[in-house]
């Protein structure tokens, strides 16, 4: 749960979380809530598959892990896969979110591959030569670290 994460990765997660929103809420006059399909590749701990889902909207969370293979999550994806590797068809979704994956996975392609044309692709990646602030922050407990298996 988010209450329990270090204060910047609560910031930040919420920061995303309204910017996706209200991303959303705009594309809703393109695509309607019941009809819009949201891919989360990497959903990790699913804070963002969860909370659009509270929100009504249909939301499939992938990893490559699940609780038992990454002791940090919580969260029970939909499917366990491979970002390089999706096995939905061709323009299956209207949204894909993408955070703090793709500089770990040279999945954009299959990314791309799964989104309808025009639709919303949500990705984040750490700013570059930011190592040493990261961590610094995470030494300090304001930054949650995870070390992926």
Known sequence: PLEKK?????????KRLNLILHSLQKFEKKVPKQKMKILDVGCGDG????????????????????????????????????????????????????????????????????????????CTTPYPNTEWLRHIVIFFGLLEYIILP
């Open 47 to 122: 804070h963002f598959t969860r909370e659009l889902r509270k929100r009504g909207y249909t939301v499939v969370g992938i990893d490559k892990n699940t609780p038992k293979t990454a002791p940090w999550m919580s969260f029970q994806p939909d499917y366990q896969m491979d970002a390089m590797n999706l096995t939905f068809k061709d323009n299956s979704f209207d949204v894909v979110i993408a955070l703090e994956v793709v500089e770990h996975v040279p999945c954009i392609t299959e990314i791309n591959r799964v989104l309808k044309p025009e639709g919303l692709f949500f």
């Open 6 to 14: 270090p204060p910047i990765t609560k910031y930040v997660a919420k």
